[in-house]
Each structure stands twice: as C-alpha cells, then as structure tokens.
C-alpha cells in the first residue's frame, strides 16, 4: 500500500493535471465527502470530478498542478499548492483572456485504503476572477 503523500500527488497529477477518469475511480472512495462545498451543493466525489472537467480544465489550457509543501499526519494528507494554465476558456462566467492564472491552493485530504475519503480546502480563486474581470 502506497502512502497517503503518494496517493494525494498522483491525485493531483493523474486526474486534476491529467483528467484521468481512471484514475479518478481508483483514487475516490464510494462514500468520499468534500467537507469544503458550497452549502446546499453537492459534496460527493462526482462533483468533485465535474469541478475539474467542465470548469478548471476547459478554461485553462494546458492545467498544470505544482506541489509546494505536503505535511502527513495520520490518515491526513495537507498540501500547498499551484494550479495555472493559460485562460482560453470561460471560468465561472469570465470569458477567456489569453492570461496566464495560477490559484493558489491549501487543502487536507483524508486517505483510507488509498482512496480519498474527505476534503477541505481553501483556495484564492475569488481573487483571480476578480483580477480577470478588470482586464
């Protein structure tokens, strides 16, 4: 059995860089909770999944995701992170500008038997949107 450390990077890299479908499925657990969803939206991995392959992905071309810090804890996994691409996409109603856009991520996963089972994080994407929308 992996690490916790080593299923959060492959993670990042195979299926939020990557859009790996595959990769997604072995990685989420069935009963997986994303503790940091709007309320009332939906917390499930599915929805985890869109977020990154109908808005982050087709609205930041060529997506990379850059691991800074990852601190391991029991079942726990804390990561600081970069997600940039190039927008050529609409992102949460910003139509593409051709700017470079890097979201800077902190986020705590909870890995069992080497699948994600919960996630918080916080992130700057507000400020982003808000710098893209000035042009």
């Keep these: 059995m992996h690490d916790a450390k080593w ?3 492959r993670f990042n890299e ?5 859009g790996d479908r595959a990769s997604f499925e072995a990685l989420m657990a069935p009963d997986f909770i994303n503790r940091s969803a709007p309320p009332g939206a939906p917390n499930d991995g599915e929805s985890m999944w869109n977020t990154f392959d109908t808005v982050l992905r087709p609205a930041l071309e060529g997506l990379t995701v850059s691991i800074h810090d990852q601190i391991a804890e029991g ?5 600081r ?3 940039s691409g190039r ?3 609409a992102l949460f109603g910003v ?3 051709g700017k470079l856009v890097a979201i800077e991520v902190i986020d705590i996963v909870r ?3 080497g699948r994600y089972v919960e996630h918080w994080g916080i992130n700057n994407l507000s400020s982003v949107l808000a710098q893209l929308r000035q042009g």
């Design 14 to 18: 195979e299926v939020i860089a990557g």
């Design 87 to 89: 927008h050529t996409g």
């Design 95 to 97: 139509e593409p500008t």
């Design 81 to 83: 992170k970069t997600i």
């Design 75 to 79: 079942d726990k996994v804390t990561t």
């Design 7 to 9: 299923v959060v990077r």
């Design 111 to 113: 890995v069992r038997d």
